[in-house]
């Protein structure tokens, strides 16, 4: 017996290493062949790829979270931002189906692994490859083509057999001649044996066994010849069950799957009319099953949603719901259904919409939404009254298991309010939606957007740009309207800056007016304020310390807002002056006591303990350090006064442009810089305000104003661009025209410098001041340009000289390193001045031992001084906070083109002390000044600073501070 198993299990080997052997053609392939293909096609490969692919999808699906605040997502696979989370498990798919069609090309599997394949490309969303790949599905797997291959492969297995058959007839007659005498000599011995029993009258003997073959042959022909027809019956029986409904456990062709997902491809690729003529093409096939039908009309829905056809993606929805057994999608189905009613104004149809969603038992979020919804709809339907909708939604937000969905609750009585003009109400109600704590990112921006755009409107332009920043944080970049809101922020910051320069300046020059009692008051006042918030911030944080949980939370809030950027806190307990003072001042009247615990007091609670040192810093009397801490960006001097009304100027003509400009506020920015001319008669700004002006009144078609600011121009500038551009609207091409030539005129000048035409290169580099101006751009290149001819004309003495002068005139410049370098090379230090630079130092004097101010001067002109004086003030706090040293800002220049914005530092003892800080801001530069702000910073004493101011320029002290601090 156990001789017989082990025959058996050879001859079972060699018949599976048989069916493994790969083969030249389908032809070729036997039945068991066949039958093992298929087999390790489906389970070796394309199964576990196929649950790759449906195990991503789902994960993909789980990803996202519906923001109910937009209009849902057909698909949630789509909406997820990152698809990279599944690209390794889809990258395996991919290689596993290669692997079928490589290993097994004849399977039934091949077009399933191809489908596999455009699918994981779907799903990562390499949506360019997915469609070529589609494509050639399409074209190589259609029915049509697959019957094809079908007919090609039949005729190759009937052609097999018949070379089979024919083979076998051409052995058998070769067989059968070599019986042919054997029957002979049977046939001549058979007839014998007759005669001779009929001679004698007994029974004729049996036929022989070889000539009987002929009835065999007959018999099994006849036998062939049913078998065939039974095999065509069974093959009619399976084409009439094709529907995968009617006979699932036969395997179906991928094409009608494939063409879903090539259309949906396309709609994400927005070939819109690819896709609608795949879908149409699958409409019109009479043989498209019931279920790929269903999905017909999900991916229309899409389709239609994609291209914002959205009255045309309404009876696809209805189809959908209809056709679709899943309750949880039909309930999808109609919500977005309801939506898209809401979007079009139809709020009858959406109320309708979201009840029909309600009805197929959504879950708990989805269903908090559609009554939501349908509360807010009722009223605007007209089926219900504002009152009404108000109550149903305060009974929403009474329930204690909408406790999460509050912020959407306040959301939506904001706009009942609005709706109904209560702009007050409903920006309250907007704030209590903010305020309340959320993980719904989607409906936070609605509110912050919302409330930018109310701003915006009512054109109080600080609070819209601060909530476009808001909105910005939590809005996804998907969203359709980020683009929108991240412009609108842009736009708003130099306009909320300017504003706020405006208000604080405004409000500083008026405190400068007050007198002194009064002044104390406002400090006092507002140091109060300071300590009531910080005695509420304690308070709240003991409450947060009974409450482990919450405190949790705030502290992930609180840090947070730390990394965004808070301001020092006011307290006094946190401000070491005042508590040493307080130090001083309690022993002055209670003497030197020894700390000691209380243990009472220990066990009083946080709360009551930080009531009491709320309270108890109540005192109505400042010292004068306090009153200069709380006032102390008040102007005090004549020159502070100056200096703060030259930034008002300067914001309001700023402000005025930019309304022009940006927004095309025509009557904000006529108001504002008018009001600029009324202020300050005469002021730095007039020119650029007129300016602005006669542009604002021509844009709202104010000829007669325009005319008049034209003239003005024409009459106190006439020599001015804006004048010539008056006179000459074409004058702004030629400027243009006039740059143009420049950078030719320099081309040719270096052309023949290269060339060695040293006098040309040196000639034209001279004439170059006088033909384009002293201060065009190109003036660094062309002095460079002119030294370096000099060397080759004059020889090496000249040469130094003329590049001691590039570095002397034309500080922080590549010219001015290149100079530099060549100086180095040659052997060369640039220590000595050049020639003609003693006349520019000589009003300066040395005085190393006097006292001294540090200069920040600002290569910028529309720097902001206060953003600056904020950051160089918290650099004093951190490196020198015992120094004492008081900031003030001030503008060189005599117009505003050549205008220099300086901050001076005041004071320190002596050069070295000054230095010491200059080098100390040289290694700390990232923490000095905001960063690609450049400037420059020159220790100065007193009676140089003086000269500085007399001269209005920063050129002549920059030579005297390289030679005697630098050098």
Not at 330 to 349: C, E, H, P, T, V
Request: aromatic residues 10%; glycine residues 4%.
């Amino acid at each position: 017996m156990k001789q017989i198993n082990k025959i058996l299990w050879v001859f079972l080997s060699m018949a599976v290493l048989a069916a493994c052997t790969t083969t030249k053609s389908r032809s070729d392939m036997s039945a068991l062949s066949e039958a093992y293909h298929n087999t390790t096609a489906h389970y070796n490969g394309y199964f576990n790829a196929n649950e790759l692919i449906m195990l991503s999808r789902a994960l993909l699906e789980q990803s996202h979270t519906d923001n109910y605040t937009k209009l849902l997502p057909i698909y949630k696979h789509l909406a997820v931002e990152d698809a990279t989370v599944v690209a390794q498990d889809l990258d395996i798919a991919m290689e596993k189906v290669t692997v079928v069609v490589n290993l097994h090309p004849y399977s039934k599997w091949v077009d399933d692994s191809y489908l596999v394949f455009g699918k994981a490309q779907y799903y990562k969303r390499d949506y360019e490859a997915a469609e070529a790949t589609f494509r050639f599905f399409a074209n190589e797997f259609s029915p049509e083509e697959m019957r094809k291959k079908e007919k090609k492969a039949d005729a190759a297995k009937k052609a097999s057999k018949k070379k089979k058959k024919k083979k076998k007839r051409k052995k058998s007659r070769s067989k059968k001649n070599k019986m042919s005498k054997k029957k002979a000599r049977a046939l001549k011995k058979y007839n014998k044996a007759v005669r001779k029993a009929r001679k004698s009258g007994g029974q004729a003997p049996e036929k022989p066994a070889i000539l009987q073959s002929g009835k065999d042959q007959e018999m099994a022909d006849a036998k062939e010849e049913k078998r065939k027809e039974n095999e065509a019956a069974l093959e009619e029986e399976n084409a009439a069950n094709d529907d995968p409904k009617k006979n699932p456990l036969k395997h179906q062709l991928a094409y009608q799957e494939g063409m879903l997902y090539y259309a949906k491809t396309l709609i994400e690729r927005d070939k819109f009319d690819g896709a609608e003529r795949v879908i149409r093409e699958l409409e019109q096939d009479p043989g498209t099953f019931a279920e790929t039908k269903a999905e017909l009309a999900v991916i229309k829905a899409h389709l239609y949603i994609s291209e914002e056809a959205y009255v045309d993606a309404l009876p696809a929805l209805e189809n959908a719901i209809e056709m679709t057994d899943d309750k949880e999608l039909k309930a999808r189905y109609a919500f977005i259904m309801a939506q898209i009613y809401q979007k079009l104004g139809n709020s009858r149809g959406a109320y309708a919409g979201f009840g029909q969603a309600l009805d197929f038992r959504p879950d708990y979020v989805m269903a908090f939404n559609c009554k939501l919804n349908m509360a807010q709809n009722a009223w605007a339907s007209g089926t219900g009254s504002a009152r009404e909708a108000r109550a149903s939604l305060e009974r929403l937000l009474k329930d204690e298991k909408n406790a999460e969905f509050k912020d959407q609750i306040y959301f939506a009585l904001a706009m009942i309010a609005f709706k109904e003009g209560d702009q007050a109400e409903g920006v309250r109600n907007l704030q209590l939606s903010l305020q309340h704590e959320s993980a719904n990112q989607g409906q936070k921006a609605e509110a912050y957007v919302t409330l930018a755009d109310f701003y915006y409107e009512g054109e109080s332009y600080v609070k819209a740009k601060n909530y476009y920043d808001s909105t910005l944080m939590v809005m996804t970049e998907e969203d359709e309207r980020y683009k929108r809101v991240k412009g609108m922020a842009s736009s708003l910051t130099d306009i909320a800056k300017n504003l706020e320069i405006i208000t604080l300046q405004d409000s500083l020059l008026t405190i400068s007016q007050m007198t002194p009692d009064e002044q104390e008051a406002l400090a006092l006042e507002i140091k109060k304020k300071q300590d009531e918030a910080r005695r509420k911030q304690l308070v709240a944080q003991a409450k947060q310390q009974a409450n482990p949980g919450f405190g949790n939370l705030n502290n992930r809030v609180n840090a947070t807002a730390a990394g965004r950027g808070v301001e020092e806190s006011s307290f006094f307990a946190y401000d070491d002056r005042r508590q040493k003072r307080g130090i001083r001042d309690f022993e002055r009247v209670w003497g030197a006591r020894p700390l000691e615990d209380n243990w009472r007091r220990s066990a009083a609670s946080s709360t009551d303990i930080i009531e009491e040192i709320g309270s108890d810093d109540g005192s109505d009397i400042l010292t004068e350090e306090e009153i200069e801490k709380l006032l102390g960006a008040v102007p005090k001097t004549e020159g502070d006064i100056a200096a703060a009304e030259i930034q008002l100027q300067e914001a309001m003509s700023k402000l005025g442009a930019l309304y022009r400009e940006r927004l095309e506020n025509y009557d904000q920015a006529v108001a504002v810089l008018e009001g600029l001319n009324e202020r300050f008669p005469g002021n730095t700004y007039e020119l650029d305000s007129w300016y602005q002006l006669y542009l604002a009144y021509t844009d709202m078609g104010n000829n007669e104003k325009a005319r008049f600011y034209a003239d003005k121009i024409l009459e106190k500038y006439p020599n001015t661009a804006y004048a010539l551009i008056i006179k000459n609207p074409n004058y702004a091409d030629e400027l243009v025209k006039e740059e143009r030539e420049l950078n030719r005129y320099y081309d040719e000048t270096y052309a023949a410098f290269t060339s060695g035409n040293y006098r040309l290169a040196f000639d034209r580099s001279q004439q170059a001041k006088d033909k384009f101006g002293a201060a065009n751009p190109f003036q660094p290149k062309f002095a460079l340009l002119s030294a370096m001819s000099t060397g080759n004309i004059e020889g090496k003495e000249a040469y130094v000289e003329a590049l001691r002068k590039v570095v002397a005139r034309y500080p922080d410049t590549e010219e001015q390193l290149r100079a530099r370098e060549i100086l180095r090379l040659l052997g060369e230090t640039t220590t000595s001045l050049p020639a003609g630079a003693k006349e520019e130092i000589e009003a300066f004097s040395q005085e190393d031992d006097k006292l001294h101010y540090t200069i920040i001067a600002f290569k910028d002109k529309e720097v902001s001084l206060t953003d600056a004086k904020v950051r160089v003030s918290d650099y004093n706090e951190k490196y020198h906070k015992l120094d004492r040293i008081r900031i003030s800002n001030i503008y060189l220049g005599t117009t505003a083109d050549d205008r220099i914005p300086i901050l001076v530092l005041r004071r320190f003892k002596d050069k070295q002390d000054a230095m010491k800080y200059y080098n100390g801001v040289q290694r700390n530069k990232s923490e000095f000044v905001d960063e690609g702000v450049e400037f420059e910073l020159f220790p100065v004493t007193q009676n140089n600073y003086r000269e500085i101011l007399k001269q209005r320029k920063i050129d002549g002290y920059r030579l005297f501070f390289q030679q005697y601090y630098l050098n």
